[in-house]
């Protein structure tokens, strides 16, 4: 089972820092940016779906690893599912009638990625060393 979830979150790490760092900041400098932010939302919900659906995933099968992956995967999917039904649909909501509070958003929904990115690349190495 540890090795499931280690693959199971480290793809997800992968598929994040790939996402976070490479595919939506090209789009950014390849495409208008109000085309690059079309796409970018449209994969948001998927790519976040994805996170959601791993960290509960690493939570019911991690109860039997020990307190640290579940408390870890616990947080994990609270920030998931608080990103997929709070802050997407604000940000998106403020971007046509108020871009300053959209920007705002969307420095929130960066530093909850990277956290949650954070907390998978934990889990990760917590089940290496198991």
Known sequence: MDKFLLF????????????SFYVAPTLFKLLAKEQAG?????????????GLAA???????????GKAIAFLAL?????????????LPTAHALK?????????????SMATNLTSLLITLIICVVLIRR
Do not use: C
């Open 55 to 65: 960290s509960l995933l690493t939570l019911v099968l991690g109860l039997r690893l």
């Open 96 to 108: 046509a009638v108020d871009y300053q509070a959209f920007m705002k958003w969307h420095g929130v």
């Open 8 to 19: 199971i979150n480290s793809a997800y790490f992968g598929l994040g820092v790939f996402f």
């Open 75 to 87: 947080i994990n999917s609270v920030m998931h599912a608080l990103h997929l039904l709070y802050i």
């Open 38 to 50: 079309s796409v970018v939302e449209r994969v948001f919900p998927i790519y976040f779906g994805i």
